[in-house]
């Protein structure tokens, strides 16, 4: 595929983001109508021709999830009947990717069903970005290229030299997340067991490996209301950390969750840009946000070459 070819259009959800990639791979952002009637009803046109082109969608399906996963669902289509040579689905933030498996009776995987919805509107292939659970990749029968945004987060902590620095992880299911960072950063690992003894009672936490006197830096894939991470940070520093910073691929921080940042001992707590933060988040001293932009316009560009992305996938 020749490189006029390449074509980058994005929806409403983040379009700071879609025109930084855009600047990254020195291309224009394609130009497409995406609005809402009165009623609530999207419409989508593409503006221009993309007959045999390599189209990227970029659309993170953050709040508002319905709407936003709705356009880029209608953009591809749209794409689609327009002779698009192939489409990408772009997204930096895959929402419902929280519920993907039935760990309840009579419950949705929803996970399953936004991948089902992705390849029947005519999606060729998928770019995501730190995936809730990597086994989500195993829902699409289309190429799914999964990033991770741990090299960005570790090129801004490793200059930093924190002293004595330990590496938590918030629960056991991000044990491999942590324990990644923990070797790149060449600091031990620590890791929060939490528990509920009984319904209605508050959870415990119990701190697995050594924390006294060190600084830990907990790290997850996002942070939705931060009552969790609020809570660990707590339970670290009642443990004799020194100082308590944190670092999430996503910003959803949904309800009081910048409140409770604000308020918390938590030095900083560091996010990528992958979801726009609030005006609140922004106007935060603690929330910090680093751009996934380059990595994310490195991908693109060798799907589109068809070159290995594998050296992305650290």
Known sequence: MSHD???????????????EICQALRIELGEA???????????????????????????PTCTP??????????????????????????????????QDRKDKPRVPISAKLVASLLESAGADRVLALDLHAAQ????????????????????????????????VSPDAGGVERARAFAKRLSAPLAIIDKR???????????????????????VDDLIDTAGTLVKGAEALLAKGATAVSACATHAVLSGPAVER????????????????????????????????????ARAIQSIHEETSVSILFI
């Open 196 to 218: 509920r003894e009984e319904a209605n009672v508050a959870e415990v936490m119990n701190v697995v490996g050594e924390v006294q006197g060190r600084s830990c830096l907990l």
């Open 136 to 167: 989500i990749q195993g829902f699409f029968n289309i190429p799914v290229d999964h990033l991770f945004a741990a090299p960005v987060m570790i090129d801004y902590f490793k200059p930093l030299n924190i002293p004595n620095l330990t590496v």
């Open 5 to 19: 070819r390449l074509k980058v259009f994005t929806g409403n959800a983040n379009s700071a983001l879609a025109e």
């Open 33 to 59: 109508l995406v609005r809402v009637f009165s009623d609530g009803e999207i419409y989508v046109q593409i503006q221009e021709n993309v007959r045999g082109a390599d189209v990227f969608v970029i659309q």
């Open 261 to 296: 940042i604000e308020e918390s001992e938590l030095e900083e707590v560091v996010f990528t840009n992958s979801i726009p933060l609030s005006e609140t988040a922004r106007n935060s001293e603690k929330i910090k946000s680093l751009s996934v932009a380059p990595l994310l």
């Open 65 to 98: 999830v319905d709407r936003h996963l709705m356009e880029l669902l209608l953009m591809i289509d749209a794409l689609k009947r327009a002779s698009a040579e192939r489409i990408t689905a772009v997204l930096p933030y895959y929402g419902y990717a929280r």
